[in-house]
C-alpha cells in the first residue's frame, strides 16, 4: 500500500506561483510514474503532467500548463514536485498526485485558487 501527501495549494493571485509536493511512503518510489492531475467540480479529472521513473525521468505537460508549470522528481525524498508559474484563474481546482507501478495510487488532494 503507498500513501501519499499532498501540500503546497492555497489562494494565489493571477500571475503568481504555487509549488505542490507529494512525498510518497514505500520503497519503490523511484520505479514509479508519478503525476499531478487535477479536477473542478462537474467535471472529469484531467492530466496535468507527468514524469517517469526507473531513471528515465520523461516529462509529459497538458497543452494547457505547458511553459508554465514544471513536475521534477527527487527520488531521495520519495517526494514529485509541481511547480506552476504564471497561474490563471482556469487553473483553479483540487490536484491530486498519482503513483503509477501496475495499479493507481492517488492523494488526498489539494486546492489551488486563482483569483483574477
Known amino acids: 500500500q503507498v500513501q501519499l501527501v499532498e501540500s503546497g495549494g492555497g489562494l494565489v493571485q493571477a500571475g503568481g506561483s504555487l509549488r505542490l509536493s507529494c512525498v510518497a511512503s514505500?520503497?519503490?518510489?523511484?520505479?514509479?510514474?508519478m503525476g499531478w492531475y487535477r479536477q473542478v467540480p462537474g467535471k472529469q479529472r484531467e492530466l496535468v503532467a507527468t514524469i517517469t521513473g526507473a531513471g528515465s525521468g520523461s516529462t509529459n505537460y497538458a497543452d494547457s500548463v505547458k511553459g508554465r508549470f514544471t513536475i521534477s522528481r527527487d527520488n531521495a525524498k520519495n517526494t514529485v514536485y509541481l511547480q506552476m508559474n504564471s497561474l490563471q484563474p482556469e487553473d483553479t481546482a483540487v490536484y491530486y498526485c498519482?503513483?503509477?507501478?501496475?495499479?493507481?495510487?492517488w492523494g488526498q488532494g489539494t486546492q489551488v485558487t486563482v483569483s483574477s
Open positions: 514505500g520503497s519503490i518510489f523511484s520505479l514509479a510514474r
Open positions: 498519482n503513483f503509477r507501478i501496475a495499479i493507481d495510487y
